[in-house]
C-alpha cells in the first residue's frame, strides 16, 4: 500500500491565519504568577463535599418531620 498526502498549503495557511485563540476561562495563577490549581481544585472539592452532605441532613430532617415520608427511614 503506497499512500501519498497532498496539502495545499496555501489553502492551510489562510484557514490557520482565521484562527482566534481559545479564551481563558480560568485562569489558575495569583497575582505574583504562583500556580494555584491545586489549592483552587481543592476548595472547590471540599465547599461541594460540604454542600452536599448539608443537603443530606436537610433531606433527612424533612422526611423524619414529615409522617408521609417517615416510612422511608430505617428505624
Known amino acids: 500500500f503506497h499512500a501519498e498526502i497532498v496539502v495545499d498549503t496555501a489553502k492551510v495557511s489562510a484557514e490557520m491565519k482565521a484562527y ?3 479564551p481563558v ?38 422526611i423524619k418531620s414529615d409522617p408521609k415520608l417517615q416510612g422511608l427511614m430505617k428505624g
Not at 504562583?34 to 460540604?50: E, F, H, L, P, V
Open 20 to 22: 482566534r485563540p481559545i
Open 25 to 62: 476561562i480560568a485562569d489558575f495563577r495569583d497575582a505574583s504568577g504562583g500556580d494555584t490549581m491545586k489549592a483552587s481544585i481543592d476548595a472547590n472539592y471540599r465547599q461541594i463535599k460540604q454542600e452536599i452532605l448539608s443537603l443530606v441532613d436537610s433531606e433527612i430532617a424533612r
